[in-house]
Every structure is written in C-alpha cells, then in structure tokens.
C-alpha cells in the first residue's frame, strides 16, 4: 500500500513521446529555429526555442506536449494561454522512455538532442512490480525482461550525449516495504546492472532516485542506496514529480549525501514552486490543486553539491486519475495552466 510522506506525484507512467514525433521535432528545430537563439515576433506567435547552452545544456522538445498546446491556442486567437503555456514549453523536460521499443526511443531523442547541440534527458522507469499497484502500475516482466529493456535503451543512447534519471521510487518503495521483500535481492541486483550498463557509455550521466524530503527517514535509505549502486553512478535524483521545496531538498540531499560518499544531486523543480499541499482530501501528491512551476531547469545551481536542477515530471502531465484527472502521465492543459499562473 501506498505510503502518504513517499509520494512522487504518479505521474510516473508516462510514456515517451513516440519516435516519429521525435524526429519531427528535430526537422522543426533544425528548420524553424536556431540553437540558442530567442525567437523574433511577438511572445506569442514565435516558435519555441532551446535554452542558452551554457546555462541549461539539455534539449528543448519542439513538438512536446506543451508546445503542441502553444500551437493550438495560438491557432484559436488565445494568445494570453499560449503565452502561460510557453513558460513550459520552452523548457526542457524529462523524456520517458516506454516499454515497447526502448532503442528506438532512446535513439530517436538523443539523435534530435545532438542535432540540437544538447544533451538529452532521460527517465527509465520500467523497473518489474513498480508503484505497488497504484496508477502508474507494470514495469517490465520480470528480471531478463528489464535487463533486456536497459540494453535497448544503451544500444540506443550510444556515444550522444544523455542524462539519466533511474528508476523512480524503486529503491525507496523497498525501504517503505511497498515492495514485498521477496522482490528486494533482486531489485537492487537489476539496478546495480543498468547502473553498470549506462556508466559503460561514453557521454551518459546517471542519477538514481533518492526520494524526497517528505520522506521522513532518509537513514533508511543509506545502506539500499549503497547496494543499488549510487557510489558507482554520477550521483542521485531527489524531488521526483514531487512538490518539495528546492530549500528542503537540499537539506534533504546533502544529508544522504554525506552517508553514500558525497555524492552530488539533482532537484526536480517542475512542480514545486509553491511547495508541496496541506490542504484538505487524501493523497496530496496526486494532481494537488494550486501547485506552481519552480525554478527554470540549469545547470548552475551555486551549490557544488546540486548538479543541476530539472524538470523530471513534465508539467501539465496528470498524476493519475485523481482530483478529476485523466489517467497518470496524460496531457492536461487545465493543469498545466494552473501550475504556469502560480509560478511565483
């Protein structure tokens, strides 16, 4: 059962946007748009652009769900929610690869993210029995399938450029006991292997999941970190697709650093500019109402131990069928415009 302090937000599910999209996207941006540059025209009508590169290195998707909702709106005259739209649209976001065609995915966003002279950035959660059955339920068959899964998306990858969020709640839902014990030994063994296998890559940074600052016992999570592998990844993800602030994330990631070798973090501050819900109604990590963007993802921080800050979840994507949204990880426009005005 799902425990309330270890909620992502879960939208986790969501699948990566189809490879034909991707390539589309990179057309757009090749044609449309320069690398960096800031568009011409008026807000509202430019196309979206990448970020300056030496402030957020990652790709900008031109064809992501949120700038298809730019164009809609600007089809319809609507030009001030294009306009709040555009705050996400412009930014770039995880891509999550699905559990069908892993390389093709893999290839396909990091093939427009170096046409783009960006990095991608990438989200694996396919690990077997994940989210204990809660909206975002499935992951890969069993071990051989998610091995089989990790080698996709490596044969994918390559030599281009990428960073990789591992595996969200897999390791915390061993320590919360939302995975039943008998799946632990080999959970940790699965996420040592894609660790292994992606540090094996020439230009790709991993970061394993490390829950968030609502979790309430990060002692507990030491040692699992530890037998998961972080030493040997470039380090580990807090906030994933939830609503802690980047002030209590730090906090919160610099203590389980000092206990797994210093290790640097990354915060996804997609959704956390308003910090996380106190309000009435259970499961407030679910779709919670009156939630903002936060900071603009980039890579300088000033703090030598955060790496980056990202947005993981991508904003304006449902965490479940909750709070009368759609199912986990589907577009919402009515959401994303929420967390676009709220943006402090």
Same mark, same amino acid.
């Given at each position: 059962m799902y425990r309330k302090n270890t909620g992502r937000g879960r939208g986790l599910g969501a699948r990566g946007v189809p490879v034909a999209v991707v390539l589309t996207g990179a057309a757009l941006l090749l044609t449309g748009c320069s690398s960096d540059g800031d568009g011409d025209g008026d807000e509202a009508t430019r196309p979206v652009t990448q970020q300056p590169k030496d402030t957020d290195p990652f790709w900008v998707n031109p064809d992501g769900n949120a700038a298809r909702q730019v164009a809609a709106y600007e089809k319809d005259g609507d030009k001030d929610r294009a306009g709040l739209i555009r705050k996400i649209a412009e930014q770039p976001v995880g891509e999550w690869i699905g559990p069908e065609k892993p390389e093709d995915e893999a290839r396909g966003f990091t093939e427009a993210a170096e046409k783009a002279d960006r990095d991608a950035l990438l989200v694996l959660y396919n690990i077997p029995h994940r989210d204990c059955g809660q909206f975002s339920k499935g992951g890969a068959a069993d071990g051989n399938a998610y091995r089989a899964w990790i080698d996709g998306v490596a044969r994918g990858i390559g030599d281009r450029g990428a960073t990789v969020v591992l595996e969200p709640d897999a390791v915390l839902h061993m320590v919360d006991k939302c995975t039943p014990e008998q799946f632990h030994e080999e959970r940790y063994d699965l996420l040592k292997g894609a660790i292994a296998k992606l540090k094996s890559l020439k230009n790709t940074k991993v970061y394993l999941d490390a829950g968030n600052a609502g979790w309430s016992h990060p002692d507990g999570l030491y040692e699992p970190l530890k037998r998961s592998g972080v030493e040997q990844a470039d *380090?580990? /993800? !807090?906030?994933? &697709?939830?609503?802690? $602030? $980047?002030? /209590? &994330? !730090? /906090?919160? *990631?610099?203590t389980l650093s000092a206990k797994v070798g210093g290790k640097p973090f990354v915060i996804d501050t997609s959704r956390n500019g308003r910090g996380p819900y106190s309000g009435e109604g259970k499961d407030p990590w679910c779709n919670p109402p009156g939630r903002g963007l936060g900071e603009a993802p980039t890579t300088k921080t000033g703090d030598p131990k955060v790496d980056a800050y990202l947005w993981v979840k991508r904003p304006g994507e449902s965490d479940g069928t909750c709070r009368g949204g759609p199912q986990a990880g589907q577009w919402w426009p009515e959401y994303a415009l929420g967390l676009a005005k709220n943006a402090p």
């Open positions: *380090g580990f /993800a !807090v906030n994933v &697709s939830n609503f802690q $602030t $980047t002030e /209590a &994330s !730090v /906090a919160y *990631g610099k």
